[in-house]
Nanobody
Framework: QVQLVESGGGLVQAGGSLRLSCAAS????????MGWFRQAPGKEREFVTA????????YYVDSVKGRFTIARDNAKNTVYLHMNNLKPEDTAVYSC????????????????????WGQGTQVTVSS
């Protein structure tokens, strides 16, 4: 079992930046592929980005390409989401997720792929 705790959310003006962190504990972090999802009010949780166990592979939803960057530090058991040029439509609760996998370079985009979830951190972008 792995526990995930997100931090770094907050209120930012459009065009601003934030860095979210997701700290993992409980199991070997490098065994897990990681993902970030978000849920806006009244909407379903949606995939944002994912990273493989080693960090060598990443994937982004089109709406954040060129603005968001996912990264991980396996020595610190942490995955990051760097968000630049934020837009009001990025406002949501952002959650990280972990998938225990033998697929070393795999990235996963479906909610159902993930075994463990954090509680989420609120990101609000004002116009």
């Amino acid at each position: 079992q792995v526990q995930l705790v997100e931090s770094g959310g907050g209120l930012v003006q459009a065009g601003g930046s934030l860095r979210l962190s997701c700290a993992a504990s409980g199991r070997t972090f490098s065994n897990y592929a990681m993902g970030w999802f978000r849920q806006a009010p009244g909407k379903e949780r949606e995939f944002v980005t994912a990273i493989s166990r080693s960090g060598s592979s990443t994937y982004y939803v089109d709406s954040v390409k060129g603005r968001f960057t996912i990264a991980r530090d396996n020595a610190k058991n942490t995955v990051y989401l760097h968000m630049n040029n934020l837009k009001p439509e990025d406002t949501a609760v952002y959650s990280c997720a972990a998938k225990d996998t033998y697929v070393f370079g795999g990235v996963f985009r479906r909610r159902a792929d993930y075994d463990h979830w954090g509680q989420g951190t609120q990101v609000t972008v004002s116009s």
